[in-house]
């Protein structure tokens, strides 16, 4: 990695050198072209620039490997610079696993490492599923958290249905929770009567109310 720290400070010493030309020099239009990776006449460097560049290549080349970037060449990397790719991304599947499953590949994973990634699923699919997302799966609960997971959802209906939000679901109401959203309702209904509101719905309210009102 100390080598993949130092590619700018040789890409700069490579630039600096080439300044020793004239600006119109074709010697220093070649070495740029080398630097920027265009075709270019390495006869023309000094093997001093040579030797530099090349490790400039190499240096790229890891980055590249370490990156994932398709212009990686493997065949390039000596046994040190490759256990040290395969090491950056173990780590950076590892990374992907834990936080964006679709970019994840489990078969790099050791099994502690499996074992950690899916208890993270597992959470958050529990907090997909408490709180109503799509990307809810049930199938994946153990039997206790579908229990508290259907007492939530339950709880969440009754107040969405005693408030009287959109998302209230009246089929899913006990008996004893019809009763309290009927009444809910019905006290919604006086306040919005007694002050004038166009919501009021004169057919709900009770003899003395319609008389109060």
């Known amino acids: 990695m100390r080598r993949i720290v130092m590619i700018s400070l040789v890409l ?12 119109s020099s074709p010697k220093q239009e070649n070495l740029k072209n080398c630097l920027d990776g265009f075709s270019c006449n390495l006869s023309l460097l000094t093997k001093t620039q040579a030797k530099r560049l090349a490790e400039v ?9 370490m990156t994932d970037c398709e212009e990686c060449n493997r065949a390039l990397l ?10 950056t991304t173990r780590r950076q599947n590892l990374l992907a696993c834990e936080t ?8 790099m994973l050791t099994p502690p490492e499996a074992a950690e ?4 699923e597992r959470e958050q699919n529990l907090a997909n599923c408490e709180t109503g997302s799509t990307s809810c799966d049930r199938s994946l609960l153990a ?10 959802r339950d709880e969440q209906n009754l107040l969405s249905c005693e408030t009287g939000q959109v ?5 899913q109401l006990t008996p004893s929770e019809a009763s309290t959203v009927a009444n809910a309702m019905r006290q919604r209904n006086l306040v919005a009567c007694e002050a004038g509101d166009d919501f ?10 319609a008389k109060g009102v």
């Open 12 to 23: 700069a010493s490579l630039a600096s050198a080439s300044f020793s030309w004239a600006a």
């Open 57 to 65: 290549q190499r240096d790229q080349n890891l980055w590249s490997c």
């Open 78 to 87: 000596t046994p040190p610079e490759a256990n040290e790719v395969a090491v």
């Open 100 to 107: 964006t499953a679709e970019m994840c590949d489990k078969s």
């Open 117 to 120: 990634v899916g208890r993270i």
């Open 143 to 152: 039997r206790t958290e579908t229990t508290e997971v259907n007492h939530l």
């Open 167 to 171: 998302l209230c679901d009246h089929s």
């Open 200 to 209: 009021c719905d004169h057919s709900l309210l009770s003899a003395a109310d």
